[in-house]
């Protein structure tokens, strides 16, 4: 996942503020201010089958697919017209914790009963992929016989509103179209738990931007044209597509004023001024009341492997985003003192260029910003060129958690412009955001 469309945001910035995760006692999130349309139920002719069949990137990408359960409707009925219903990308993709034992292993987390995020994460990217080109299948079939190839890749994900997952409980996800631009599409994923009884019980949502490009026999990357999403005459689609387009306008808006594009407001400098001067920067601090946010960092170093390549033969951007989760989880516990820190969610997710197989991929969490109520840990990820000596941005992730007794009082101390700049970002978020993870 790379390229980010003109129809849904600036091409290198998005900012993206989501819901954050709640648990089962609370649901109360930046949702709760508007009302997203409700989730879509299994459409009438939608069949079992195979997950490889059915969802062949799901099952592909995602540890256990083989054992994955997977419904929708005949590849043949979503390809008719030259525009899409809803219903005919739709997908249902369902993981047998209950009865596999082994798969319940290579999803859990160490306490035995909470769902890894990270594999959530693959399997949000994954199944959108599914889902997108599903939509697209006759643009698909124009675009090879005209001697060029369509490959979607993941811009965004928004709207993240999910309770905690049980992994000793069936989980189901449910993903389909919502919105749908010249080149670009909002996928949304609806997840659910299965009681003893097989009975759905509603576990959140998930939002996703694809963008398709098209590529030519010498590998050069244009914007390729989408199918219309046909929402006529059905009412809850008409209301999503709605939904989808007022979070495009919004993208589009809060990009302009990114950090990366523009300098401070004037309103802004006298909070820098006070946040990094007013403090001696002559030694890394380390305080029970403040901490440099050069002490709050983690990094690790990986060389790409083959087998977490997406179909495209980059490396699968859920798999990015899992490892940046993975590295941001171990900052946050260090930062808390907390072997366990509550996940609360995202901010945002960039995607600015593609990660080849054999690359070294260097990335590297820190905490930019924090408050009694929450803490955002930004992972900054590169690849190397080890001829040149330097390193091209490729990833930035912003995770949110809910900091312990320990670290509630704890502030961040930027010492350098561009930590300065991590700071702010971060107190933007979190202004922006700072009745929703309360």
């Known amino acids: 996942s790379s390229l980010v469309s003109a129809d849904f945001a600036h091409p290198l910035h998005f900012f993206v503020p989501v819901c954050p995760l709640v648990t089962h006692h609370s649901r109360s999130s930046i949702c709760s201010m508007r009302r997203f349309s409700q989730r879509m139920l299994p459409p009438a002719g939608a069949i079992s089958g195979p997950g490889l069949e059915i969802a062949p990137i799901t099952c592909s990408l995602s540890v256990g697919g083989s054992e994955l359960l997977a419904r929708g409707l005949p590849a043949a009925a979503a390809c008719s017209s030259p525009s899409r219903r809803v219903q005919d990308s739709w997908l249902e993709v369902t993981y047998p914790f209950m009865r596999s034992e082994s798969l319940r292993a290579r999803y859990q987390l160490p306490d035995g009963r909470g769902i890894r995020w990270g594999r959530l994460f693959e399997a949000f990217d994954a199944l959108s992929g599914d889902v997108a080109y599903r939509h697209s299948c006759g643009a698909f079939k ?13 811009a965004a994900h928004d709207g993240l509103d999910i309770a905690r997952l049980d992994a000793s409980r069936d989980l189901r996800l449910r993903s ?38 098209r590529i030519d026999s010498e590998g050069n990357s244009t914007a390729a044209k989408l199918p219309a999403l046909d929402v006529s005459g059905d009412a809850a689609a008409e209301q999503r597509a709605a939904e989808a387009a007022e979070k495009q306008e919004r993208r589009k808006r809060l990009s302009k004023t990114a950090l990366k594009h523009s300098p401070p407001t004037p309103e802004e400098v006298p909070l820098l001024h006070a946040r990094c001067y007013e403090r001696s920067p002559t030694k890394v601090i380390s305080t029970a009341e403040e901490t440099s946010m050069s002490a709050t960092v983690v990094s690790s170093v990986q060389i790409m492997q083959w087998n977490h390549r997406n179909i495209h033969g980059n490396m699968f951007g859920g798999y990015l985003m899992r490892k940046a989760f993975e590295l941001a989880y171990i900052c946050a516990a260090r930062f808390d003192s907390n072997t366990s820190p509550e996940f609360i969610g995202f901010d945002d997710v960039f995607f600015r260029k593609p990660v080849h197989v054999g690359s070294i991929w260097s990335y590297t969490a820190k905490v930019c910003y924090s408050t009694p109520d929450s803490f955002r840990v930004v992972v900054e990820a590169y690849v190397d060129d080890v001829q040149a000596g330097k390193g091209e941005a490729t990833n930035e992730f912003f995770f949110v958690f809910r900091p312990s007794h320990a670290s509630k009082e704890k502030s961040i101390v930027p010492e350098s412009y561009q930590e300065a700049m991590l700071w702010l970002e971060g107190r933007r978020r979190w202004k922006q955001g700072e009745h929703h993870f309360d």
């Open 142 to 154: 124009e675009e090879e016989k005209a001697g060029s190839r369509l490959a979607f890749v993941t």
């Open 176 to 213: 389909y179209a919502t919105g749908v631009t010249k080149s670009a599409m909002e996928v949304r994923t609806d997840v659910a738990h299965l009681n003893a009884n097989g009975e759905e019980e509603d576990a959140g949502h998930v939002f996703t931007v694809m963008v398709a490009r």
